[in-house]
């Protein structure tokens, strides 16, 4: 069964720092690109940053410089290091990857900043 599961989300007061998780099964990890997406209430999934399988970052513009994409495929797992969150940061936080030409999404796992 093909699976991401998303875990390091939680309340962080602004200019804090977060890390997320994300551990895929199913499928062999090291093939595929992997992206977190975001959807903060009442708007669209906005993708935040996208890794390849040679581990190159890309990033939304909003994040860039704040938001560091890793990965380990040992260990199948893609990370998202947040720095400097902002409360516009806060959102549900989604792992996204297209194994086997279809397109998995993880459960999500909530940010929110705020003092």
């Known amino acids: 069964q093909v699976q991401l599961v998303e875990s390091g989300g939680g309340l962080v007061q602004p200019g804090g720092s977060l890390r997320l998780s994300c551990v895929a099964s199913?499928?062999?990890?090291?093939?595929?690109?992997m992206s977190w997406y975001r959807q903060a209430p009442g708007k669209d999934h906005e993708l935040v940053a996208n890794i390849t399988t040679l581990g190159h970052g890309d990033y939304a513009d909003s994040v860039k410089g704040r938001f560091t994409i890793s990965r380990d495929n040992t260990k199948n797992t893609v990370y998202l290091e947040m720095t400097a969150l902002k409360s516009e940061d806060t959102a549900v936080y989604y792992c996204?990857?297209?194994?086997?030409?279809?397109?998995?999404w993880g459960q999500g796992t909530q940010v929110t900043v705020s003092s």
């Open positions: 996204y990857t297209k194994a086997f030409g279809y397109p998995v």
């Open positions: 199913g499928f062999t990890f090291s093939w595929y690109d």
